[in-house]
């Protein structure tokens, strides 16, 4: 019986099932709360009526309407703020992909099972390729600029590395200097010695 491998430590406990399922549960949440307010407010400055059909249909986006580009135009803001939750709750640019294009699959599901048919609009699978595309490579890029940040510590490593720095420069100049001046009156005590016992020396003879 070949022996079983073992996994990496922490390779379990990294990002376990129901973690994901949570992380995904709320990107879909906020993915659709963000949409429904953008859409509300769009409709209501423009004086149409809300319906959750502009939500979850795929008829309203046609590119002869105009209500057909504000909805495009809506989705693709609703990508670029979808950007900021992936850099809070994913916070990794290589599980970016994974979890933007978990949305934009979930939003199909949603969507088929709402209209209960597979959407036959163009523009509502080049608007999902476009948004899926963008939240990825600005998912990516936002979560890699974070991880690449320098950690900074408040200036205190730097500021006690040169204060140490010119501290043990100041003492091996203070004891160099020092020790020239024992030196010197090493020195000049000898001088006066000698001088002593030659004056000592003449007084004898």
């Known amino acids: 019986m070949p022996p079983r ?12 099932p129901l973690k994901i399922i949570r992380k995904i ?33 795929w ?6 309407t105009t209500v057909g580009w504000m909805l495009g135009l809506v989705w693709l803001l ?8 992936l850099l809070l709750f994913v916070s990794r640019s290589k599980l970016v992909p994974d979890f933007a294009l978990t949305i934009h699959f979930l939003h199909l599901v949603a969507t088929i099972l709402y209209t209960r ?10 608007l999902q390729c476009a948004s899926a595309s963008m939240m990825v490579f600005l998912g990516m890029w ?3 600029h974070r991880e690449l940040k320098p950690i900074a510590f408040g200036g205190w490593g730097d500021g006690s590395a040169t204060g140490s720095s010119q501290q043990a420069a100041d003492n091996a100049q203070n004891e160099s200097s020092f020790g020239r001046g024992r030196g010197r009156e090493r020195s000049v005590q000898n001088e006066y ?13």
């Open 5 to 16: 491998r073992r996994l990496p430590a922490g390779s379990r406990t990294d990002l376990p």
């Open 25 to 57: 549960l709320l990107l879909q949440v906020a993915y659709y709360a963000c949409a429904t307010v953008l859409i509300l407010f769009t409709t209501v400055v423009y004086g149409a009526p809300f319906s959750l059909d502009l939500v979850f249909g």
């Open 59 to 64: 008829d309203y986006l046609r590119g002869d």
């Open 78 to 85: 609703n990508c670029f703020i979808c950007v900021i939750f």
């Open 117 to 126: 048919s597979l959407p036959a609009n163009l523009l509502w699978w080049a």
């Open 142 to 144: 936002a979560c890699q």
């Open 193 to 205: 010695e000698l001088d002593e016992m030659n004056t000592k020396g003449d007084r004898a003879v």
